[in-house]
């Protein structure tokens, strides 16, 4: 059997995937397992998975409809059995892409936008559940390539090496933090679509942090994040000089160095879900716009800080139908701008 599994969401979405991955190994132990991708960082989280034989790995919306031909089609020849689409990939070019590899079976979640054509690409389908976990919409899947869920229990997963694990022993060695508690914080998100804009603000977090530190000027703040993050993060080293930026080269180190953090704060993006996977022990979110129960911390309990301009409405605001986040740029702006500072600051303050 061969079976192809296409998360080309995002690299959250990535890892709620993992369970039905190792649930279709388990399943199928002789079955080849691939998987396509489109972030980078996603491949990199499942480098050393077990479950997986090959990863494709494309950013299909930046190269070009021409590139991204060339390089689908050529998986028709390794005549799959089953594709399947994983929870939540609401946009048809993700339906296309499942076309175009060509597996007999080609299996999806149906989003608000279906249309007949999104019927066409797909040939076996599943209603999506906003009141589940994303990993639980895609363990629903298993029936439908004929297997069942045989593990005891599921989590994300991520398979780090012994050098990554001895990369973060060194840093918190070398900053003096190997036997202290700190707190991570990421100031980002996701870039695609207007995703941007479920930020709380750089200013809030500055001040937060100044705030923390008059309360406990012992407590390490780490902020981490990628080329992204870059301006932000000159913009933080300019107004908090005793703050730490890890020079993690990729998600994998940071997921190392997560595996050591007393508490994280975040919106939802993929740092939230990379410090779930490594158990941090005090998990606090920031709600957005987009927050729901498909896209909780999976397997980690988390103290979610409530965003007064949602106010329940988050379905109202953003829905797996392929659309941005339901506003103009100055209202969603202002929607985050709503969550001041001293509730954010009072949770911490708990939890810490």
Known sequence: MKILVISLAGIGDTLFATPLIHEL????????????VKEAGARD???NNPHV????????????????????????????????NTHPQSRIHYRIAAWLAGATVRISHEYECFTPLDRRLVNRTLPQDYTRPAAENNLAVLPLVGAEPKLSAHELEIFLTAEEHQW???????????EKKWLGVHVGSG??????????????????????????A??????????????????????????LFPPTKNLRQAA??????????SVDTALMHLAAVMRVPRQIVIET??????????????????????????LDYYRYDGGDIKGTREELLACMASIRVEDVLETVMKRI
Not at 56 to 80: D, I, N, Q, S, V
Not at 289 to 314: D, H, S
């Open 168 to 178: 973060a022993a060194d840093f918190l060695a070398a900053n003096g933090l190997t």
């Open 191 to 216: 870039g695609t679509k207007n995703l941007a804009l479920r930020r709380w603000p750089l200013k809030h977090y500055i001040e937060l942090v100044r705030r923390i530190h008059a309360a406990k």
């Open 45 to 47: 989280l499942l480098e």
């Open 53 to 84: 034989n090959r990863i494709f790995y494309k950013h299909l919306m930046t190269c070009g409809r021409l590139e991204a031909l060339r390089f689908l089609w050529p998986l028709r020849h390794e005549r799959y059995q089953f594709s399947i």
């Open 256 to 265: 190392a160095l997560l595996k050591h953090g007393h508490a994280f704060l």
């Open 289 to 314: 716009p987009t927050w729901n129960r498909p896209i909780e911390p999976y397997g980690n309990p988390f103290t979610l800080v409530k965003n007064p301009a949602v106010a329940g409405r988050n």
């Open 25 to 36: 190994r388990v399943n199928f132990p002789d079955a080849t397992i691939d998987v396509l």
């Open 218 to 243: 012992e407590l390490p703040v780490l902020f981490f994040g990628g080329p992204e993050e870059k301006n932000d993060h000159e913009a933080i080293r300019r107004d908090l000089p005793n703050v």
